[in-house]
């Protein structure tokens, strides 16, 4: 284990925003978490956890020791009449684990295909796609707590999950680091179909009765099309979160803006839909020097091309700026500012 200096971020984050690492180290066992906590140096110091870097703004170099979580691994970690527990360490690439169940013929996460990162940082906030959250596939986890260096483990109920949301956002956040995550992928398998764009595809291919590898590929595709590929257009995906409001309050907006979308949910609330806000608001395909907003998706900020953070932070600032204005919302952005 190698503590390395001066190291650039910018390949380390989906944004490609500049910012230099003061010391990074990369960390691919429990043992190494544990070697770091005992450390003379930096055992105490302040530290910063990064996966895959695509849920993050960098907005200056960072001073805090970088833990760079490269913990490989994957296996069946029991099988049960009614579901396979599946077990991935937390520096496995996301998407990759999910084609990998697949292939091995334990269905369950394919609605969750194609979203960048890794494993160990899905939790951190409960990602979600196309009518599935990590939770509703979640077992446990287990994490090294980064003040004692014991490795705990956590269930579904202790990771507080929410929407785009868990303890490692409050509680825990920064204070220990996943290292293993077990999903549980229920038998017999069925489809969740009920997002709109995956009906659609259904309807269109006339497959009245879709296998989990189709259901994969739909999902694939449709993200495909909608939303930019960070390889060639730096982002972090959606930028901010669906904000949730009681049913006097969308009422109340839509007796202004009849267009609003949004979607009722099981408990009653509901969601609007961001997206739509910020394009209401005239943002779709604008730019703050060289940050814009995406032309097919207004939900996603894209660097055009050498961008800051700062200059993330300032369009995401006005863009808030108007919606609340307008809607008397306050977008919360979903990526962590750094
Ligand atoms: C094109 C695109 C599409 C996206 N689509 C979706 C989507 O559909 N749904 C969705 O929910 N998200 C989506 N995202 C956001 C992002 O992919 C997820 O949040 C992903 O889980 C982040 O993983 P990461 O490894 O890149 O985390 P990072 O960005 O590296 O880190 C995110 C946070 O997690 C913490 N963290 C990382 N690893 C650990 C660990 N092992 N232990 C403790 N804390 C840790 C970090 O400190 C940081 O606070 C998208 C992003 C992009 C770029």
């Known amino acids: 284990m190698q503590i390395e200096s001066g190291v650039s971020l910018k390949p380390y984050n989906t944004f490609g925003l500049p910012a230099l690492a003061q010391s990074l180290v990369r960390l691919r066992s429990d ?18 956890i990064l996966g895959g870097g695509s ?3 960098l907005t200056r170099d960072v001073q805090a020791l970088v833990l760079k979580i490269e913990i490989p691994g994957r296996r069946l970690f029991e099988e ?41 940082a899905a939790p951190v906030q409960n990602i979600g796609a ?31 999950f ?25 038998q017999p398998w069925r489809p969740v179909l009920g997002y709109l764009e995956l009906e659609r595809a259904r309807l269109e291919s006339g497959i009245a ?8 590929d739909w ?31 969308c009422r109340d907006i839509i007796g202004r803006d009849p267009g609003l979308v949004h979607y009722v949910l099981a408990d009653g609330s509901i969601k609007l839909a961001a997206g739509w806000m910020i394009e209401a608001c005239g943002w779709k395909g604008k730019s703050v020097g060289r940050a814009g907003v995406y032309e097919k ?28 204005g307008r809607f008397g919302i306050r977008l919360e952005p979903e990526p962590v500012m750094a």
Request: hydrophobic letters at 45%; glycine letters at 8%.
């Open 297 to 324: 998706q207004a939900l996603v900020l894209v660097n055009r091309g050498g961008a800051t953070g700062a200059e993330v932070v300032t369009l995401a600032r006005a863009i808030q700026e108007s919606v609340y």
């Open 162 to 186: 929410n929407y785009r949301d868990s303890v490692f956002k409050h509680d825990l956040a920064g204070k220990s680091v996943i290292t293993r995550v077990r999903f549980r992928l229920p």
């Open 55 to 57: 849920n993050v703004v």
């Open 80 to 120: 049960r009449i009614d579901a396979f527990i599946v077990e991935a360490g937390a520096g496995e690439n996301w998407h990759d684990f999910v084609a990998w169940t697949l292939a091995q013929g334990w269905p369950g996460l394919e609605n969750l295909a194609l979203i960048p990162g890794t494993v160990g």
């Open 219 to 249: 999902v694939c595709a449709i993200r495909r099309a909608k939303l930019p590929n960070p390889e060639r257009l730096g982002n972090a995906g959606s930028f901010f979160k669906n904000p949730l409001v009681s049913e006097v309050q």
């Open 130 to 160: 196309y009518g599935v959250e990590l939770q509703d596939r979640f077992e446990s986890l287990d994490a090294v707590d980064l003040m004692t260096g014991r490795t705990v483990t956590l269930t579904r109920e202790m990771c507080h």
């Open 209 to 216: 009765d879709p296998g989990p590898k189709q259901v994969f």
């Open 31 to 48: 043992a190494d978490v544990r070697a770091i906590v005992d450390h003379p140096r930096f055992g105490r110091a302040p530290k910063f």
